[in-house]
């Protein structure tokens, strides 16, 4: 017999949960939803405003992780309001819109490698996204965000960052890296029970160089497809 785990991973506040009330992530299908739809709220408000360039706060975006949930979210945002939302507006410009991208990592998709990293960063920002690496995340709350010692208003901070993988590495009583995954095998396997598969978000896959593959979905679309 044979057994394959893809129980998946959920997200991490780092030991702040109290944020997550504040800053909604994206992990589920109906959490993007919820996003959609607070994103088009957002909008709507600034609509509603007499001068809505004196409420920047309804129209401020951050984004706390440039992972590829961050940046993909990030450059979607950026094309939003600069294509798709242009001409939907009377009194509020989408143009005015700021997006903030924050991580405490020198550089943007830090699984990825240096240099399409750079050309990611490049592309947002020519995208409008303001890229800020190498600053923490001090506190939300329902104002906005600390960052670094600075206080951005906004009513809109996403929670970008950081996963913890499901317990299948403790229910298995094997290895696995500081957020729970599994470390496997270039085939997937649990070293020392060939019987045993782990794939997605719980396990960590090795390349040829020893470095893991990045936790995207066309790694474990392409895990599902081997097992």
């Known amino acids: 017999d044979y057994l394959i785990l ?3 991973a959920k997200g991490s506040y780092f030991g702040h949960d109290e944020w997550a009330k504040f800053a909604p992530g994206l ?18 408000r600034a609509e509603l405003q007499e001068n809505p360039e004196n409420r920047p706060e309804l129209f401020t975006f951050v984004l706390v992780g440039a992972g590829p949930t961050g940046c993909e979210t990030a450059g979607a945002l950026a094309e939003m309001v600069r294509y798709t939302l242009k001409s ?24 990825f490698s240096p240099a399409l990293s750079e050309k990611a960063r490049v592309r947002l920002e020519k995208m409008g996204v303001e890229v800020r690496l190498g600053q923490t995340v001090e506190k939300i709350d329902e104002e906005g965000v600390i960052v670094s010692g600075e206080r951005i208003n906004s009513l809109n901070v996403l929670w970008m960052a950081g996963v913890t ?6 229910w298995l009583g094997v290895e696995t890296d500081r957020v729970g995954r599994v470390k496997v095998a270039p ?31 066309q790694v474990a679309m392409q895990g599902g497809r081997y097992d």
Request: proline share 11%; hydrophobic share 40%.
């Open 88 to 111: 939907d507006f009377r009194h509020f410009d989408p143009g005015l819109t700021r997006i903030i991208l924050v991580d405490a990592a020198p550089r943007v998709l830090p699984s």
């Open 187 to 217: 085939d997937l396997t649990v070293p020392g029970c060939p019987e045993i598969f782990v794939v997605g978000d719980t396990a960590l896959v090795p390349e040829n160089a020893g470095k893991p593959l990045p936790g995207v979905a």
């Open 27 to 44: 992990k589920t299908l109906r959490d993007g939803i919820r996003l959609r739809s607070k994103i088009l709220r957002a909008f709507e």
């Open 6 to 8: 893809a129980t998946g």
């Open 165 to 170: 993988a499901s317990p299948a590495g403790q």
